[in-house]
């Protein structure tokens, strides 16, 4: 059965552009526009790991992890970050937030799957 990961990004290109990276790489794919609709869908299945930007309407992806990590089923579940944002303040914020690790767009896919497969294979 193929891993399952949520994706959550507010630009649709960047979602269609991840999404076809990891399906292309056989794992399962399942999309949120923001960190509300993410959590949402994070409360109503399980995913083996959630991709998110920071910036986003709505609900941004600190509040996302935070919520994400009040959850007792996603305590353990890799949580990486896929923004614009590079300074070691907003890394520090993502760590004390509970992410797992940070990507920076633009993103290579190469290395996208690369850190996807050590974290869930």
């Known amino acids: 059965m193929p891993k399952t990961i949520l994706t959550v990004d507010d630009s649709p290109s960047i979602r269609q552009m991840v999404g076809f990276t990891l399906k292309s790489a056989g794992y399962q794919v399942v999309d949120a526009n923001d960190g509300s609709a993410g959590l949402t869908k994070a409360k109503a299945a399980a995913y083996d790991l959630v991709l998110t930007d920071i910036n986003m309407p709505a609900m941004d992806g600190f509040a996302l992890t935070a919520a994400l990590r009040a959850l007792p089923e996603y305590k353990s579940v890799p949580i990486l970050v896929l923004t614009t944002e590079s ?13 797992t690790g940070w990507l920076i767009k633009p993103f290579d896919p190469h290395k996208l799957l690369e850190v996807v497969r050590k974290l869930i294979g």
């Open 87 to 99: 300074s070691d303040e907003m890394k520090q914020k993502g760590r004390a937030a509970g992410v």
